[in-house]
């Protein structure tokens, strides 16, 4: 089903504004329109039906004087763009594929192939209980630890139906266009002409950052951080469990705990947008708003991943102490085969930390074991014991590691990521800054908030380094 952003009220006042422009929804008001089970033909028909939609919205909402109206229309266009960013989404997932039918269930159980957020929980395989893992503070204060299918929103502030981020990046520049937004300014600017976003949509954020991460949908979980720092305990080593006679002395054995601390670090980005297109581009808020969400969970998963622990950024897996490491050579070497990554698996098996329930990789390095091929020139068959891993790919894994004398190597992280915890702080601020580009008639907007990343078993992560390009 496509839609889910928006409420039945506002999709029945889209479809009536449409069709007083001789348009109309292109699934109805109802929205009710499987993209998932579609034939291709029909996601192309619909595709085209909502770019026709849009054009005449367009069209009425230049030639309309009527403020009321053109909002009206403004909000169809909006949901409109929402219904092509989702037939266009499973087209291209079909062409990842390459097939034009409906996907099997097994296929849409890749991570990253159903486009949300662990949907029904299944892509990966973390390992919680059914109910919610719930911490306490030294003062009592409850604290739901979110794992990657669970929303921040539902358990801080319930469901948010105010401005969307990117309605009240366009309003502080253009103001408000509705109530709503005209509340929401007025509550979260403050006197220095910045914008404190209010806590149901700065959840609201929030959870759209942690669906665009690759991280979370690797198993990462989510601690909302209501102070500064969170300390939290870390095990440094197993307990050892021997069997005893009766009357005999339980054997001792040393069991390491350690201390360390989720500190919040700030995380901030700036877009620079002309004052033309603000005034005249009806989809400019969702470009906004997916261009700050997009980027910041690039930033966040590279920081989670690699960060480098200094200037004020996390410290990320590879750079943890104590995570299990596997070369593929002393100057790197080009896959030929999956024994290095079975290799590093069994550097986890044997650290009784269990199988990773993913494994992180570059798209160079996805591409260059996907390539790989058998003495008879065909794929290579992939050993059960890596088949069985997810596989996630993403930029935020860099191609330009030292390895020996080698200066394009990658890395390939893996681990139980369900160990890995993302601290998030709620206080997500916004600016507009008129001036800093004035000279193009620009407007600067400035967005940033605060996270840190810590895990809780530092041998449950391996890293398989020198994963350089084929010659």
């Known amino acids: 089903m496509i839609l889910q952003d928006f409420d039945e009220r506002d999709l029945e006042v889209a479809d009536i504004a449409l069709r007083g422009i001789g348009s109309k929804l292109p699934t109805g008001k109802s929205g009710d329109f499987d993209t998932r089970s579609a034939e291709w033909r029909q996601l192309h028909s619909v595709r085209s039906q909502i770019k026709m939609a849009a054009r005449k919205t367009l069209d009425a909402v230049k030639k309309s004087d009527e403020e009321r109206e053109c909002k009206k229309l403004e909000n169809a266009h909006d949901i409109l763009m929402a219904m092509y960013d989702e037939v266009q989404a499973e087209m291209d997932l079909r062409d990842s594929f390459d097939k034009k039918t409906p996907l099997t269930a097994d296929e849409r159980r890749i991570p990253g192939a159903s486009g949300e957020c662990m949907g029904d929980g299944s892509d990966v395989r973390t390992r919680f209980d059914d109910e919610a893992e719930i911490w306490q503070t030294r003062d009592g204060k409850r604290i739901q630890v979110l794992k990657p299918e669970e929303r921040y929103i539902d358990s801080a502030t319930g469901q948010y139906n105010g401005p969307r981020f990117g309605q009240i990046i366009r309003a502080m520049v253009t103001g408000p266009r509705d109530d709503a937004e005209r509340r929401a300014l007025s509550e979260g600017t403050d006197s220095a002409g910045g914008f404190t976003v209010p806590t149901p949509l700065a959840a609201w954020y929030i959870d759209k950052l942690r669906k665009a991460s690759v991280v979370v949908r690797a198993g990462a979980r989510t601690v909302p951080m209501e102070s500064e720092t969170l300390a939290i305990a870390r095990l440094e080593s197993d307990p050892v469990m021997a069997w005893r006679v009766e009357n005999a002395a339980i054997t001792q054995n040393d069991v390491t705990f350690g201390a360390v601390s989720l500190q919040a670090k700030s995380l901030a980005g700036s877009i620079k947008v002309s004052r033309e297109l603000l005034d005249d581009s009806l989809n400019v808020a969702r470009i906004l708003e997916n261009a700050f969400i997009q980027s910041a969970a ?131 601020r916004l600016e507009a800054n008129p001036y800093i580009y004035q000279e193009n008639h620009q407007i600067g907007f400035f967005c940033w908030m605060r996270g840190d990343v810590q895990v809780e078993h530092a041998v449950s992560f391996a890293e398989l380094t020198g994963n350089i390009p084929p010659a």
């Open 298 to 428: 690039l930033e966040f998963d590279r920081a989670c991943l690699f960060g480098s622990g200094s200037s004020n950024e996390p410290t990320g897996l590879k750079n943890i102490s104590g995570i299990n490491s596997v070369s593929m050579g002393t100057n790197g070497a080009a896959p030929s085969d999956y024994d290095k990554i079975i290799d590093t698996i069994y550097e986890l098996q044997a650290d009784n930390a269990g199988d990773p329930t993913a494994m992180i990789w570059s798209p160079r390095t996805a591409r260059d074991y996907a390539k790989l091929k058998d003495a008879d020139n065909n794929p290579l068959r992939v050993p059960e014991m890596v088949a069985s891993v997810p596989k996630l790919a993403t930029n935020a894994v860099p191609v330009d590691e030292t390895e020996g004398t080698a200066t394009d190597a990658s890395s390939i992280l893996m681990g139980d990521f369900s160990r890995m915890l993302i601290g998030l702080r709620t206080n997500v």
